[in-house]
């Protein structure tokens, strides 16, 4: 289930998570079309100007998300300033707002850094794969914190897995299986990196240590996006969730999750071009968000009678 807004603070809320995850997803065309080096390795200026002069697409992609990012970074900011406005000290919304504005100004940083040290386009050093699986990381994170926010604005109420009996275990782990596998995809999407200089005649020494990781995390990231599916379902039923009212929700980011399968099996065969990544990416932001609004209604509501007298007897 997805709550409504009661107010323009939770509809602005909404809306601002809409446009994280559309920002998030843009920067997979900045990548793919090897726009990433587009404004050079300046940042936040383009070639050292406000507004750039020249004319290369390149050029065109890298500011135009750079213009969508920074509009995204003052709806963020604008959603913390209301959230202390609109609540008092220690109210769950204002946390959970302070905690996007955070997360934002890390997500900036990481993206700034990535253009500043050059690890765009071509380049595959270590820092580049490390940067990547960081800045996922952190969008996640700040995707997770926004759509908290609108939740809580929209009626929820937030109870920490730790304070539940140990049936709550469940969910973080979903959540974890579900970032595993888009932390390793975004190592897996430099394999077209290694593919470039392959056709170039071959790697450059610098870049052959991490090449061999890139392509040992195939088969990783398979078995990992594998290993989550059984997880999830595992976590669904242990939760009696396919029998109670959240069972939709449940139904769909499992649905999700077998279309992110398939996208994945498309993006490998078609040699990983940009809108396929996009989608594989999208779907993606579909499953860790339906896991999150499963797991903050699950644990208010707690399991189905029935599957937590199960979890007790097995716990004992």
Known sequence: MLRKPFDAFGRYAWAVLAYTVFISVSGVLVRASGSGAGCGNTWPLCYGDVIPQAQALETAIEFTHRIISGLGFVA??????????????????????????????????AGGSLVLFDWVVNNL?????????????????????VATT?????????VCPREQEPW????????????????????????????????QGGLPAAYVGPAQVVR???????????????????AVRRLG?????????AHGVLMLYGLQLLVGVL?????????????????????WLGWLFLSLEVLQTGPQPAAHTALQAAGD
């Open 150 to 158: 609108a939740w809580l604005a929209s009626g929820g109420s937030f």
């Open 241 to 249: 969730l396919f029998r109670s009212p959240l069972r939709s929700l």
């Open 267 to 287: 993006n490998a065969w078609l040699g990983l071009p940009g809108l396929v990544q996009m989608l594989h990416l999208l779907v993606g932001y579909g499953i």
């Open 125 to 145: 050093t270590w820092g580049r794969v490390v940067v990547m699986m960081v800045h996922l990381t952190n969008t996640h994170l700040l995707v997770a914190a």
């Open 168 to 199: 709550a275990r469940w969910l973080p782990g979903g959540m974890f299986f579900i970032w595993l596998v888009s932390a390793l995809g975004a190592v897996v999407a430099l394999t077209e990196v290694v593919h470039y200089w392959e056709a």
């Open 76 to 109: 963020v900011m604008g959603l913390a300033w209301w959230a202390a406005r609109r609540y008092p000290k220690g109210a769950e919304v204002r946390t959970a707002a302070f905690a996007a504005a955070f997360l934002m100004i890390t997500e900036t940083l």
């Open 216 to 234: 040992a995390m195939l088969p990783v990231h398979i078995g990992a996006a594998l290993s989550g599916l059984v997880y999830l379902v595992v």
